[in-house]
């Protein structure tokens, strides 16, 4: 076959009309030097920013709908040569220090000539009103690493690569940036957000290296193991990834199995028998299962706490002072918590888990013991202050975090000052931060874990609350009563009937029924879209007087789809937030005043997965959008906003660990894989004030009926067991 014969545009990119955020496929109008009307080009476009000068590679096209467009299959930045083209690419916050009322100073001071003049002659610039030296340095200093970057883009535009990774590049490696790229490619998948292996992957084979070659085939097995993490396995059997890694390489097996092996000599990865043959591990998650199972083994060997408290009198005291009536099981937490050096307490919503700790608490405290709070994120450790009146930490901050040092302060060197520490929403504990916390908690001191086992597991590898219950090593205290105040709402009494595999009494929201807890009956998936966004903009208002900006949240089971988080974003961005300050950036619009979440831990900035918070300044000047998280404001430079995506709807994975007055729930076949009982009960659970479940019956239906166990390979259950031979299968429901 001929090859493809392409045609080449090149003008200022006027204005962005459409952004898919799923795969940057984006219907923008250029503006081409001796054309009277704007050009419509369309194609994967994932950086570009009106003002700039782009010159693209691909052919015309006749669309039925639209007309004549320009399809796009590469494209690069240009330095623009037109004033308008300059003004807007200056103004457009590539340069830090410049923004859209400098970049017109300049262009009205010095025409044609000002990039030159930024380039060759940057003193010039202190003639121009409002630039003193401060100002001037920053300029340079940006100007330099602004060429530095586009030499790295270049390069790996030329090998394929898009230039969204150009800056994170820059900024990892500086200078080196080529040499380090020419040397090792697949070192970008690890040390840089964002790029993945396949990225990683098609440099390598770009710059020459064999498809067969050793260090690619290590790479790639590498890749899947971590992928296989971020699934929730711990390990993976040898034959399982062997398979896995040469399908995603499309190499021979024995390639494979070669490189396994190598990485085991070099400890990269380690094996060990297992009842699925041999069991992989990345190296990380072998020590910290280990170090897991270790320290809880020698916390449980410990011995009891002290015996200093008459334990039922505390009991009666504690029921005085709070004016009520514990029940057995109540009791029975409590006397566990006073004697052992480790507890797991679990129940579902209602079930008095809040009321145990505020009556351990005040118990220990008159004996003057020492206790710390933590939870695994920032917003169940505020859920867990609340419910105490206590300070809860996270259990980053609890155990001091550096970024300068990428290390814990607190650990078995330096251990917490505490006689108890107690974890609530321990199901979302992976294995590398349980190893962590554990290596903190000094050898007299005791800990409680609290959480709710029949959630979904931890996002990260492992499914350590469950596997600790499933141990046995570990008194457990489950509780099932649910107390009178919980019983008068209808979303407590439907998350239990969810749990138990029954279908939830729901108010029908269109008959104006009265209660927490409703169902907005819907067919297809685009009404299901289209009534959410009625209930977000008038009919939750409405009827309940809910604030949708700072009240409601959309929980749905999946990114993708009419009804999936991603689309759900953007309609309900347009919705609740149609206009004001904006910025497009790596495929996604960020408007003043967006609800947005966190979806990586930053350990330099103090925010984590997970976190949700508001836009409250764009700055194109300085390159810088700051976001407030509870009452904290937080800054990111253009580059990051890659770690930040909108949060109307999130996913309820994502929601793991949070409470919101209001929730709404998508709920339709289109999400037929997802539609799990877990799922579908952790959704619940997250409302305090009010649930709406939109869709339909049958998928509510499969949902209830849909205990199906998701395999997790960890180890931790069967390294607990005293009489351990072989590490065994954990069984996981997970997303």
């Given at each position: 076959m001929p090859a493809q014969s392409y045609d080449t545009l090149q003008g200022t990119l006027e204005r962005i009309t459409y952004i898919n955020e799923e795969n940057h496929y984006v219907v923008a109008k250029l503006q081409v030097p001796g054309r009277r009307d704007l050009a419509t080009i369309v194609g994967s476009l994932p950086t570009v920013t009106p003002g700039?000068?782009?010159?693209?590679?691909?052919?015309?096209?006749?669309?039925?709908?639209?007309?004549?467009?320009?399809?796009?299959?590469?494209?690069?930045?240009?330095?623009?040569?037109?004033?308008?083209?300059?003004?807007?690419?200056?103004?457009?916050?590539?340069?830090?220090?410049?923004?859209?009322?400098?970049?017109?100073?300049?262009?009205?001071?010095?025409?044609?000539?000002?990039?030159?003049i930024i380039e060759e002659e940057p003193s010039r610039l202190l003639t121009v009103d409002g630039i003193g030296e401060v100002r001037l340095q920053r300029i340079r200093a940006a100007w330099e690493e602004q060429k530095e970057i586009r030499e790295v883009m270049i390069f790996l535009q030329g090998h394929g690569v898009s230039s969204a990774y150009a800056a994170k590049i820059f900024k990892t490696y500086g200078k080196s940036s080529i040499a380090i790229v020419q040397?090792?490619?697949?070192?970008?998948?690890?040390?840089?957000?964002?790029?993945?292996f396949k990225t990683a992957d098609r440099?390598?084979?770009?710059?020459?290296?064999?498809?067969?070659?050793?260090?690619?085939?290590?790479?790639?097995?590498?890749?899947?193991?971590?992928?296989?993490?971020?699934?929730?396995?711990?390990?993976?059997?040898?034959?399982?990834?062997?398979?896995?890694?040469?399908?995603?390489?499309?190499?021979?097996?024995?390639?494979?199995?070669?490189?396994?092996?190598?990485?085991?000599?070099?400890?990269?990865?380690?094996?060990?028998?297992?009842?699925?043959?041999?069991?992989?591990?990345?190296?990380?998650?072998?020590?910290?299962?280990?170090?897991?199972?270790?320290?809880?083994?020698?916390?449980a060997e410990g011995g009891a706490l002290p015996a200093d408290i008459d334990i039922e009198r505390a009991i009666l005291w504690s029921e005085q002072v709070n004016r009520l009536s514990l029940a057995e099981q109540q009791k029975e937490a409590i006397r566990e918590a006073l004697i052992r050096k480790l507890l797991v307490i679990t129940g579902g919503p209602g079930t008095?888990?809040?009321?145990?700790?505020?009556?351990?608490?005040?118990?220990?405290?008159?004996?003057?013991r020492r206790m710390l709070l933590c939870s695994p994120t920032g917003r169940a450790a505020k859920r867990m202050s609340e419910a105490t009146g206590r300070e809860a930490k996270t259990i980053h901050r609890l155990l001091e975090f550096s970024p300068k040092d990428g290390r814990f302060k607190r650990d078995q060197h330096r251990p917490l000052d505490a006689d108890l520490v107690i974890v609530d929403?321990?199901?979302?504990?992976?294995?590398?931060?349980?190893?962590?916390?554990?290596?903190?908690?000094?050898?007299?001191?005791?800990?409680?874990?609290?959480?709710?086992?029949?959630?979904?597991?931890?996002?990260g590898p492992g499914a350590i609350l469950r596997d600790i219950i499933a141990s046995s090593l570990i008194q457990v205290i489950r509780l099932s009563e649910i107390f009178r105040q919980a019983r008068e709402?209808?979303?407590?009494?439907?998350?239990?009937?969810?749990?138990?595999?029954?279908?939830?009494?729901?108010?029908?929201?269109?008959?104006?029924?009265?209660?927490?807890?409703?169902?907005?009956?819907?067919?297809?998936?685009?009404?299901?879209?289209?009534?959410?966004?009625?209930?977000?903009?008038?009919?939750?208002?409405?009827?309940?007087?809910?604030?949708?900006?700072?009240?409601?949240?959309?929980?749905s089971p999946m990114q993708k789809g009419p009804i999936g988080a991603m689309q759900l974003n953007q309609a309900l961005q347009a919705l609740l937030n149609p206009s004001g300050p904006e910025l497009l950036r790596a495929g996604r619009l960020y408007r003043l005043g967006d609800r947005v979440m966190q979806i990586?831990?930053?350990?330099?900035?103090?925010?984590?997965?997970?976190?949700?918070?508001?836009?409250?300044?764009?700055?194109?000047?300085?390159?810088?959008?700051?976001?407030?998280?509870?009452?904290?404001?937080?800054?990111?430079?253009?580059?990051?906003?890659?770690?930040?995506?909108?949060?109307?709807?999130?996913?309820?994975?994502?929601?793991?660990?949070?409470?919101?007055?209001?929730?709404?729930?998508?709920?339709?076949?289109?999400?037929?894989?997802?539609?799990?009982?877990?799922?579908?009960?952790?959704?619940?659970?997250?409302?305090?004030?009010?649930?709406?479940?939109?869709?339909?019956?049958?998928?509510?239906a499969i949902a209830v009926k849909n205990q199906k166990i998701q395999l997790r390979y960890t180890g931790l259950a069967s390294r607990l067991q005293k009489d351990r031979q072989e590490p065994v299968l954990s069984l996981a429901l997970s997303e």
């Open positions: 700039e000068t782009l010159k693209l590679t691909g052919e015309w096209v006749q669309h039925n709908r639209y007309g004549e467009q320009f399809k796009v299959e590469a494209f690069e930045t240009i330095a623009p040569a037109t004033l308008t083209g300059i003004e807007k690419y200056l103004g457009s916050g590539l340069i830090k220090g410049i923004g859209p009322i400098f970049a017109r100073k300049l262009v009205e001071a010095f025409d044609v000539d000002t990039l030159r040397e090792n490619p697949y070192r970008l998948a690890k040390d840089i957000y964002g790029i993945g440099i390598a084979q770009a710059i020459g290296i064999e498809p067969h070659s050793p260090m690619r085939v290590e790479a790639g097995v590498i890749h899947v193991l971590t992928e296989l993490a971020g699934e929730g396995h711990v390990y993976y059997p040898l034959d399982g990834l062997t398979k896995a890694s040469a399908g995603i390489l499309e190499v021979d097996e024995d390639l494979t199995t070669q490189a396994i092996e190598r990485l085991r000599r070099e400890e990269r990865v380690i094996c060990e028998p297992g009842l699925q043959g041999v069991a992989v591990y990345l190296a990380s998650l072998y020590a910290a299962e280990e170090g897991v199972a270790r320290r809880l083994q020698a916390l008095g888990k809040t009321t145990i700790l505020r009556c351990i608490l005040q118990i220990l405290e008159k004996k003057h929403e321990a199901s979302m504990i992976d294995v590398v931060l349980m190893n962590s916390l554990l290596k903190a908690i000094p050898p007299a001191a005791g800990l409680i874990l609290v959480g709710d086992v029949d959630q979904l597991p931890s996002v709402s209808q979303i407590v009494i439907n998350a239990h009937r969810i749990n138990r595999g029954e279908f939830p009494f729901c108010a029908d929201w269109e008959a104006q029924e009265q209660g927490d807890c409703y169902l907005l009956a819907k067919q297809e998936a685009l009404e299901v879209q289209a009534a959410i966004l009625e209930l977000a903009s008038s009919g939750l208002p409405t009827r309940h007087r809910v604030d949708p900006l700072e009240e409601l949240q959309i929980l990586r831990n930053n350990y330099d900035k103090d925010v984590y997965n997970g976190d949700i918070g508001r836009i409250v300044k764009l700055d194109l000047e300085d390159r810088e959008v700051t976001v407030r998280f509870d009452g904290r404001e937080v800054t990111y430079d253009f580059n990051e906003l890659d770690e930040l995506v909108l949060a109307y709807a999130v996913t309820i994975h994502k929601s793991q660990g949070s409470e919101y007055p209001v929730v709404v729930i998508p709920v339709h076949t289109a999400h037929y894989v997802m539609l799990q009982r877990n799922l579908l009960y952790t959704a619940i659970t997250r409302g305090r004030r009010l649930v709406v479940l939109v869709g339909t019956k049958k998928a509510i």
